[in-house]
């Protein structure tokens, strides 16, 4: 397991150099969009309708200083964990009996994603909640991912699992706690519950990792897994790419901020649950602003992270083998399951999802997809503190356990 000194924290503050926005923006104002073809709206990738849009905003009406302040409103960390500074936010409670919390992002998302609960979850008494809803916070970026620092090569979800147990036990000193995750926060979020059960109270998902080992069992199961192979058909290009060739695709990347954009923009318009704008096309303003959409594409860019943080998926294949998830291993740890309707990973049935965790949570939510803290914030508080009621009721003496 990964040792760290205690108290190895050192505090940081997001300022990037005035160079670094001046070539931004500068690659962004010099784009040649007359030299790019327009397929029609989102149906080969992204709108070049919207995407020059959002340029348009982004060069005369996006306000990064603003944007750093936020970002600078909570208490901030880095920590040397296994030769890489992880960076974090670090945010206790006021409550006495706060329940530490790990959030966990995935890609393309970032810590943007849950910065906007920070303060219902840290004080839940101003917004709705009650005193035993309290969390202390931390929300790390993913190494390679924003300020996190860039390792050697690509990093598997397991190690990551390592660097965060030892994050919250060893940096923080917290003896139990609770992990959320999406997307690779997930996959993370169920390592850790297979790795480090000793300290991890149980995980809450926004996503649930498929049965990959046994074959489906029932209609309902072999329906869910043609529907995920169709899906995987169409959705899933940007993975193969990331797992097996992310340096290639990294030198493109690097140039072109608009680029960056395009890769991610597409995934927020068609992994989200949006409406459709009476041309047919996904309404992705009905749903995220263009400063907050601009600002998760920043995070990929001030610190040239684009290529570090796709190399998640290659560490993910190239671990995968030796993994819990191809030896069909169940995570033993207690298991919330908010079921969004992610069109990339749809839920699976309930079945298949017994078999991989230890569910002792699973609400179906009628709204809300891949990026479920910033789509439908309230419904995923909602499930965390339900959830974390629920924990604290099993391990409570009168309930004998």
């Not at 620092?149 to 990551?160: E, H, I, L, N, S």
């Not at 706690?177 to 995980?203: E, S």
């Not at 489906?216 to 869910?224: M, V």
């Not at 508080?381 to 924990?391: I, K, V």
Request: charged residues 20%; negative net charge.
């Amino acid at each position: 397991m990964t040792t760290i000194p205690a108290c190895a924290a050192r505090p940081y503050h997001v300022a990037v150099p005035d160079g670094k926005l001046r070539w931004i923006a500068q690659r962004v104002r010099d784009y040649p969009w007359d030299r790019m073809p327009d397929a029609g709206g989102w149906t080969c990738g992204t709108s070049v309708t919207f995407l020059r849009e959002l340029a348009d905003y982004w060069v005369d009406g996006f306000d990064w200083r603003a944007v750093e302040r936020g970002l600078n409103r909570y208490p901030q960390f880095k920590a040397e964990i296994d030769g890489i500074d992880v960076h974090f936010y670090h945010v206790r409670s006021a409550m006495p009996d706060a329940r530490p919390l790990l959030l966990l992002h995935g890609w393309p998302g970032s810590v943007v994603e849950f910065l906007h609960l920070v303060d219902a979850l840290t004080d839940p008494v101003a917004h709705g909640g009650r005193e035993r809803d309290a969390f202390h916070l931390v929300i790390p970026s993913l190494p390679g991912f924003a300020f996190s620092g860039k390792p050697p090569g690509p990093v598997a979800p397991g190690q990551m699992a390592h660097m965060f147990s030892a994050l919250m036990t060893k940096t923080l000193g917290y003896e139990q706690f609770i992990v959320q995750g999406g997307d690779w926060g997930a996959i993370i979020a169920t390592l850790m519950g297979h790795l480090d059960d000793g300290h991890v109270d149980g995980i809450h998902l926004n996503m649930v990792v498929p049965d990959f080992v046994r074959e489906p069992q029932g209609i309902e199961e072999e329906n869910w897994t043609r529907q995920r192979a169709a899906t995987q058909r169409q959705e899933s290009a940007y993975g193969l790419i990331q797992g097996t060739k992310p340096q290639t695709l990294g030198f493109a990347m690097t140039d072109s901020p608009v680029g960056v954009a395009a890769w991610i923009v597409e995934k927020f318009a068609g992994w989200s649950d949006l409406p459709r704008a009476p041309d047919g096309q996904p309404d992705i303003q009905a749903v995220y602003s263009f400063d907050q959409l601009l600002t998760n594409i920043m995070l990929y860019l001030v610190e040239d992270s684009f290529v570090t943080a796709a190399w998640i998926y290659r560490g993910f294949n190239d671990a995968f083998p030796a993994s819990p998830f191809a030896t069909g291993a169940r995570c033993p740890a207690p298991t919330a399951i908010a079921a969004f309707h992610d069109p990339l990973m749809p839920p699976p049935p309930r079945s298949m999802a017994d078999r991989n965790y230890n569910v002792v949570q699973w609400n179906d939510m009628p709204h809300g997809g891949h990026f479920a803290a910033l789509e439908r914030p309230r419904d995923l508080l909602d499930d965390l503190r339900r959830f974390a009621a629920l924990l604290a009721k099993r391990s409570s003496p009168e309930d004998g356990s």
